[in-house]
């Protein structure tokens, strides 16, 4: 089986957990290897942190994708924002991340995911199958984080469960469904795989 290497460079636990997951679900013809070289932009002396994933990428790309010739690097933010409909916001987090990459990497190479509010709310969707199709959004984060991870909200916990929700067999069928902004990221994931020059 051929592997595909990457980076994933995110806000939080949440996605250290599922995008793994979730990306050999939808390209199972590959096995994903974590490169050594991986940035989440949460420490244990900060707080989630956007900012921190945007000013690290331009660096992060050149370094995983140039210097260390790994395959694609898997970067998304929370766009924050509870409402689809608000597609300019999410079209514009998107061209904003997009414009950090150097023009010496290979844009498709960066696959991106903007979760709609937060990653959580893909979560909330594989925790509840039952849940109509982009109606999550509009729950408050902390009512989600709660229904998802119930008290115990920890890094570790949290991270756990969000590999748990995403390891089901048919996890990533699920958020295609059920969530517009998974669904892109699902599109951005097949193309970023075909770019790879094998």
């Not at 957990?17 to 932009?41: D, H, N, T």
């Not at 509010?117 to 925790?127: F, G, P, R, T």
């Not at 999550?136 to 709660?146: I, L, N, T």
């Not at 920890?154 to 991270?159: E, N, P, Q, R």
């Amino acid at each position: 089986m051929t592997e595909i290497r990457y980076t994933l460079l995110a806000e939080g636990w949440a996605e250290e957990g599922c995008i793994p997951q979730l990306a050999a679900q939808l390209e199972p013809r590959f096995r994903w290897v974590k490169s050594k070289f991986q940035l989440i932009g949460k420490s244990k002396r900060n707080k989630a942190g956007k900012s921190r994933v945007i000013g690290r990428l331009p660096s992060v790309a050149e370094a995983s994708l140039l210097q260390n010739r790994e395959d694609l690097i898997l970067a998304g933010i929370d766009l924050d924002q509870p409402d689809y409909t608000l597609e300019d916001a999410w079209k514009h987090a998107s061209d904003m991340l997009r414009s950090q990459i150097s023009h010496r990497v290979q844009p498709e190479r960066v696959v991106i995911f903007i979760p709609v509010q937060a990653i959580d709310y893909w979560m909330l969707y594989l925790h509840d199958p039952s849940m109509a199709a982009n109606s999550a959004e509009s729950w408050d984060k902390d009512r989600v984080k709660k229904a998802v991870y119930g008290r115990n909200q920890d890094g570790t916990s949290v991270k756990r469960r969000a590999a748990e929700l995403a390891s089901q067999e048919d996890a990533a069928a699920v958020l295609i469904k059920k969530s517009k902004s998974f669904s892109a990221f699902a599109s951005a994931l097949r193309s970023g795989v075909r770019s790879i020059d094998r």
